[in-house]
């Protein structure tokens, strides 16, 4: 038997879940050359959408700064929100703007929730979602994973630019855990554990409650939250011999120290 057909096949692909999601984003750009106005806003909306960006507002702060709030698709990495915002801006200004931006960004993840609300709703799941057998309660109580010391509020850098990726996964199963036995469900979260770990992901908190498993940390700009969503799906059906154990189908959102509610 070849090396190739002896590794596992991934179950779940783009092609075959459904993504409910919510990815928003604050970005900061910084003008070398300030604009003046904004007249071409609509023109830099209808430009980045074939990019999956969809821009929902701008303002500048100061003359020299220039403030969005920007949504993306799930398969749209989130670097690709300040590369193709200055770089599509900087072509519509192109005969009367030289060199308009200066080359750092700031790129916050931002949520419906702010980061404070859920860690705390997260920490509370388990008992929101109680399982009658008190056996299996103790179990999953003894299984979640909470990093206090772990900061997700702390900026992160690439070479020209701060930022925050911040990111919440919802996976459900298709059953619930009183079907399968302690020593799985502790696989699943040592597998959770080991693949944040692999990807270089900030594991802040894991609740595994009786019928879904939510996540959240922090995450690379280069990744795609879709990527990032099939890889821990396929890794938890890797604990069971790659079956279907999840539903195909799952939530992701981002997350921060603001929510929109802040930002508008």
């Known amino acids: 038997m070849s090396s190739e057909s002896s590794i596992p096949q991934p179950i779940y692909s783009s092609e075959n879940i459904k993504v409910a999601y919510q990815l928003d984003w604050s970005l900061t750009v910084f003008w070398r050359n300030p604009s003046w106005t904004d007249d071409w806003f609509k023109p830099l909306q209808q430009a980045v959408e074939q990019d999956g960006i969809r821009l929902l507002k701008h303002r500048f702060s100061t003359p020299e700064i220039s403030l969005f709030l920007v949504s993306t698709k799930p398969d749209v990495p989130p670097i690709s929100v300040p ?11 192109r005969d009367d703007v030289q060199q308009p931006f200066q080359r750092n960004y700031d790129l916050q993840s931002i949520g419906s929730t702010t980061r404070e609300k859920l860690e705390n709703y997260l920490g509370s799941q388990l008992e929101h979602h109680p399982e009658p057998d008190r056996r299996i309660h103790w179990t999953l109580a003894d299984l979640q994973v909470v990093r206090p010391d772990l900061d997700l509020s702390r900026p992160r850098f690439t070479t020209h630019g701060r930022f925050s990726s911040n990111v919440h996964l919802v996976m459900v199963n ?13 696989s699943v979260r040592e597998m959770l554990i080991r693949s944040a770990t692999k990807r270089q992901h900030l594991l802040k908190q894991i609740a595994i409650l009786p019928d879904h498993i939510h996540l959240i940390f ?3 700009v280069d990744e795609t939250p879709l990527s990032i969503a ?21 939530f992701i959102g981002t997350f921060g120290d603001y929510d929109l509610g802040a930002i508008h």
């Open 230 to 250: 099939l890889s821990y799906m396929n890794n938890v059906a890797f604990v069971y011999q790659m079956q279907p154990v999840l539903k195909h189908s799952c």
């Open 174 to 186: 298709e059953g619930r855990w009183r079907e399968t036995c302690r020593s799985n469900v502790e």
């Open 83 to 93: 590369q193709r915002v200055k770089g599509r801006l900087q072509y519509l200004l």
């Open 218 to 220: 922090g995450t690379n």
